[in-house]
Structure formats: structure tokens, C-alpha cells
């Protein structure tokens, strides 16, 4: 796992990149929201065109406070909408409490009437208008909805990301419960540094709720990101295998079993055992262990979400009686098959039995090649003047290009050498060769 980009190091390596950007992009975005890295890239799980980029946008001058939290501790330029919390647990309604004197478009045209005299925000009419809103982002092709997520792509090069727009929210009180159960992990600096980080409000509501575009998710995005990002080394492994296992194997047709339910499973595995039990060498006992605790999910169509357990991640699934048969006999197959279970993963078999030299090979270069791109794309940001022009005769830019060349005449070569079609090995698109080389 560690050779085929998951090890420890790498991951590491990957977060700070994508913090760097994000500040970056934050020092010369909107002053209005605030852009977030979340999901697997920011938990340097996934390699950067593996997968989609997940962004959360917060949007400043509104907040959402939980009842108890005292008006005049927020500043008067701040709008203010109190948690109406009378739904279904993990959710609530965004009531006006205090409006500010300047305020988004998107904002003013979703606010509608509740019928008893309130003034309630629509997170379906908020989500519409900054669907309209990602059109622009970037030259971007919105994509099909997905939850509060508005998936997009850009015209060159072809980056997809999933945006979600956010409010702050101020739920003292639940992060206090999460905050002060019994637990074995993580460590007491890392959850009183959750609490500080606080939530966000997103626009979805509860699946299958008569009022649902009424109602809003309390998420902790940066949150569990530094959950996971406090993982140990085997811990973090057994999540990215389960991933590989629930696509290679799993293949739900239907989104009743998404990674963020194999997140929370890894999470409650966490808390609920000793860091120092993590042992590389007990990896497979822990998978298997994680394997029948998600089996247990499926079945029951019960799991807890890790902040909040009182929401029901499989409530609302829409898992029908013979798919929910079919996932828990092949996790029961998985879990009698042992360790060759992993042998089923085309990445892993291919490392193990197929032809471990020029793979590892290959891998070593693609790893340095992510490097290189994620540092590429942080020096643009930083060689960029006000008008978005970028200083191309920059030095360490110029030595960028120049590795990430020599990297791809190096991998064509060998390609031609054994038999592959190549490319131009003098095109430098970083994409291209992304593709090109991923496995």
C-alpha cells in the first residue's frame, strides 16, 4: 500500500499542497467566502486526478447559531438565522433572527414564509441560485446535482470538482456531547481543536422529507478531515482498501453505500479501540473487522453518523430487500475468504503476481509527478499580478516544467521500449500524462 501512494509520507505530503492552495486562493478570492479543500484530497488519500476535488465555499456575513447562543456575541454586520432543530436529527431550518443591511442575491431570493409569521431560508432555492452562480466559476460545465453538491468541470483541461456553498453555524452544544464521550482516540488536543473548528450548515435536506428544500445539513467537514487526518498509518490503509473494496467489488447501483459511510465505520473503529492495537501486521484482522461492521450497517440499515449519532446514515437509503441480500453476501463472501480477499483488487494483485518492477517503477514516477503538479499549481498562484497574468520566465517555475518534462520523456520512453503507443514525449500537459500513466 505504502509503494502503490498511500503510505503515510505521501499523504502527508499531499494535505500540506493542498492547504498551501487553499490559502493561496483564499488571499486573492472574494472577500465574501472563504474555499475549503475536503473530502480525500484533503485527506491525502487520493491522487490528484484520481477522483474529484471536493470544495466547500463558506459564504461570510451570515451565521447560524444553535438555541442558548447568545445574540450580542455576534457582530452586528453578521446576519443571523437561529437553528429551528424540530426535524430530523443532523438537520434543521434556517429561521431569521437578525438581518444584515447588505446581503447576497442568492440570499434575498430564497427567503420565503413559513406560514407562522417567520421568515424561513429555502435551501432549495439558495441551492438553485448558486447553481446559477457555478456557471461562472472558473469557465466551469456545471454538472448533474448530487445532494448539496454542484459538480463541476473546467473547458481546459478537463479538472472536475464537487462545489457545496455553506453558512458557519454555531451548534455549541453538540459539539459539547461529541466532545466529552468516552473515547480511546483521538487525543484531547485533536477534539478540543474539532470543537474550535466548528460546523457548517449545507443546503440538502432529509431524503424523502415533505419539507426537505426547507431544510439544511449540519456538516463538520473541516472537522473530520482532521479526524482523518489523525489516523494512524494502518487506520488510514484499512479505509483506502475498503474504498477500493466497495468500487472493485462491492459496485452498489445505487448510493445506499457511499465512502462517506465507509468514512464514518473507519471513524467509530477508531474511537472505540486503542491506537497502539493498530499494528501494521493486524491490518487484515482490522479490515475484517471493518468489514463486519459495515455487513452489520447494511443489514440493520442502521449507522450512526460519528457527530452526530442520532442521524442515521442509512436512513432513507433507498436499499431494496434483494440489493441489501446481495451486499451482505458478498461482504460475508469477503470476510470467510481471508486475506486473499485483497487479491481481488486489481491494483494490489497487479503489484503482487502481474510485474512488480516496472509497476513500482512506474508508480515512483507518477508519485513525483503528482508532487510536481500540486507544486506547479501553487506557483502559479503565487507568480500571478492582479490582471491574472503569471510570470512564465519564473526560475522555479522554469525548473518545474523542466523535471515534469524529463519525467515524461523518461516514462514515454520506456512505453515505446516495451511495445506501448506514446505520445509526443515533448508535449508538456500535465494531464495528459496523468492519464497516461494511471493505473
Known sequence: MTQLGYGEE??????????????????????????????????????????????????????????????RTIPDDIEVYRMDTSVYPGHCRM??????????????????????????????????????????????????????????????????????????????GILHRWAHRPRLWPQPDVVQKIVLLGSFVTPIGFKGSEYGY???????????????NNLTDTQAKVYVILKMILKEILKPKTKAVTSYVLKNVILWQAESNSPALFQERNLIYWLHDALGTLRTAISSKQLPYYMIPERNLMAACGLQEVQ??????????????????ILRLPKIRQAIIGHPEPLLWLIRRKLELEMIYLEFMNRMLQ?????????????????????QSEIHREVSLRMFMEGNIVYNPYDINFVNIFYKIQM
Request: net charge negative.
Open 95 to 172: 429561521l431569521l433572527e437578525r438581518p444584515a443591511s447588505k446581503r447576497f442575491i442568492e440570499i434575498i431570493n430564497s427567503l420565503c414564509d413559513d406560514g407562522k409569521g417567520n421568515t424561513i431560508l429555502s435551501s432549495g432555492l439558495f441551492l438553485d441560485g448558486c447553481a446559477k452562480y457555478t456557471h461562472g466559476f472558473w469557465g466551469a460545465i456545471p454538472g448533474e446535482r448530487a445532494g448539496p453538491s454542484l459538480p463541476v468541470s473546467t473547458k481546459i483541461g478537463g479538472f472536475k470538482s464537487d462545489i457545496v456553498f455553506a453558512f458557519p453555524c454555531q451548534c455549541p
Open 214 to 228: 426547507l431544510e439544511w445539513r449540519i456538516c463538520f467537514n473541516t472537522g473530520e478531515t482532521e479526524l482523518v
Open 10 to 71: 505521501i499523504r502527508r505530503m499531499r494535505v500540506e499542497k493542498y492547504r498551501a492552495q487553499d490559502t493561496q486562493v483564499n488571499s486573492i478570492a472574494n472577500i465574501f467566502s472563504c474555499q475549503t479543500t475536503v473530502g480525500s484530497k484533503a485527506e491525502g488519500l487520493t491522487f490528484s486526478f484520481e477522483s474529484d476535488r471536493d470544495h466547500i465555499i463558506v459564504r461570510e456575513g451570515v451565521t447560524c447559531l444553535e438555541a442558548g447562543v447568545d445574540l
Open 324 to 341: 441489501q441480500h446481495k451486499l451482505v453476501a458478498d461482504i460475508l463472501d469477503m470476510m470467510d475468504e481471508g486475506p486473499r480477499v
Open 383 to 403: 507568480i500571478r499580478n492582479e490582471n491574472w497574468e503569471f510570470d512564465c520566465s519564473d526560475t522555479i517555475l522554469q525548473e518545474i516544467l523542466r523535471r
